[in-house]
């Protein structure tokens, strides 16, 4: 079975620049998270997607911030115009089930905004 | 608010002996909860779970350890090798599906 997957695992931008990641949960995994590792600090959750549907984006940081996932497939996160702070790493998650189950995660985008 | 955290930021082993790793959670509707272990490039990787109506599960080389009295998780490595120099989370899932990190603990395996 495949891993989550994510791309590009590197991106360096300049500040007001728009940088799109993507993120390929693992196959039959409904459920798809997007969480945020900022240098030096714990891993924070951005939001969850069921399926197509945003369940939950209370931890997107700002309306610069957009989260699509249609189809249900893949999701993409596009940061725009990005800022400094903006700067970290961004991993992808999936689960089967949305409560209590294992989230498996992809290897992370790490973004660098200069 | 409430949040799970590490005892140590980092810990320092010889290799074969057995690690430690200590976590403190704060939030008593945590009824999940996960250790996860983050090599360097990659993302954070499973290593086991164990839930709230549980106090011990093991795995291989791994023991999760849960003391809901005192909020307390710990993860014990056995016979510590060099490819467990990682940086190692403890999560917790509370009522919801958001994972609460802390801060992480980077272990050093010394040959």
């Known amino acids: 079975e495949a891993g989550v997957t994510q791309f590009p695992s590197h991106s360096v931008i300049e500040k007001g620049q728009t940088v799109t990641l993507r993120c390929d949960p693992i196959s039959g995994h409904d459920n798809l998270y997007w969480y945020r590792r900022v240098m030096g600090k714990e891993i924070k959750f951005l939001l969850h997607?069921?399926?197509?549907?945003?369940?939950?984006e209370s931890g997107m940081p700002n309306n610069r911030f957009l989260a699509e996932r249609t189809g249900g497939t893949y999701s993409t996160l596009k940061v725009q115009p990005a800022e400094l702070e903006d700067s970290g790493v961004y991993f992808c998650?999936?689960?089967?089930?949305?409560?209590?189950?294992?989230?498996?995660f992809g290897p992370g985008t790490r973004l660098t905004v200069l | 608010g409430e949040s799970v955290g590490l005892h140590l930021p980092t810990l320092s082993v010889q290799e074969g002996d057995n690690s430690i790793i200590n976590c403190a959670y704060s939030?008593?509707?945590?009824?999940?909860f996960i250790w996860y272990k983050q090599e360097s490039g990659k993302g954070p990787q499973f290593i086991i779970d164990?839930?709230?109506?549980?106090d011990k599960r093991q795995g291989q080389r791994v023991t999760v350890l849960l003391n809901k009295t005192v909020k307390h998780l710990s993860l014990q490595i056995a016979a510590t090798q060099p490819g467990d120099s990682a940086v190692y989370f403890c999560a917790e899932n509370p009522w919801d599906y958001k994972l609460s990190f802390g801060a992480g603990t980077t272990v050093t395996v010394r040959a």
């Open positions: 939030n008593s509707a945590s009824d999940y």
């Open positions: 997607f069921v399926k197509e549907s945003k369940q939950d």
């Open positions: 164990i839930r709230s109506n549980m």
């Open positions: 998650a999936s689960s089967r089930q949305p409560s209590g189950d294992t989230q498996y």
